[in-house]
Structure formats: structure tokens, C-alpha cells
């Protein structure tokens, strides 16, 4: 199993309507084959920055979601809500 690790930093002000258009996407990756878990944190204190943690069956499940016509068509809402390109960081256990 992998985890994908995704940082997210928000426009001021806009924390609501990303947080609607981040359950859209998260619904739309449940149903990808490999999907196995996630989970949304916020920064205390920071509502503006967002930690999306993601379990998958390995590294390939991920790309082809990353790459899928499925979550482009998802992210079409979130990316303009974004103040910088999402970062994005595979960990896997030792």
C-alpha cells in the first residue's frame, strides 16, 4: 500500500466552497479501483491550508487517478480556489 500525501493552500475567504468541491472530488476517487481510504485535515489555526492524506493499493492506482479524465474533470471546481498548484508526495513503509 501507498500513501499519497496532498498539500493544498486555499484563497482566503473561499474555505466553504472548497471544502464542497473537495468532498466531490474525494466521492469521485472512492469509486477509482486501488482507492482504499482518505482523509481531509486542516492547518489549526490556518483554514486556508489543507492536508489530504490518501491510502491506495500502490503507486500505479495512483497515477492512473492522477491521470484520469475522472479527477481533471473533478479538480475543474477546486484548482481555481487554490493560491498555488497542490503538492503532492508518495510514502510508502521501510
Known sequence: MIKI???RHI???LEEEYEQAAREVM???M??????AGESL??????EHRLLITLWRDLRAWKEW???SAREYAMQRLLPLLTEEERVTAYEHP
Open 5 to 7: 500525501i496532498i498539500e
Open 11 to 13: 484563497m482566503p475567504g
Open 27 to 29: 466521492r469521485a476517487a
Open 31 to 36: 469509486s477509482a479501483p486501488g482507492f482504499i
Open 42 to 47: 486542516q492547518e489549526y489555526h490556518r483554514t
Open 66 to 68: 492522477q491521470r484520469s
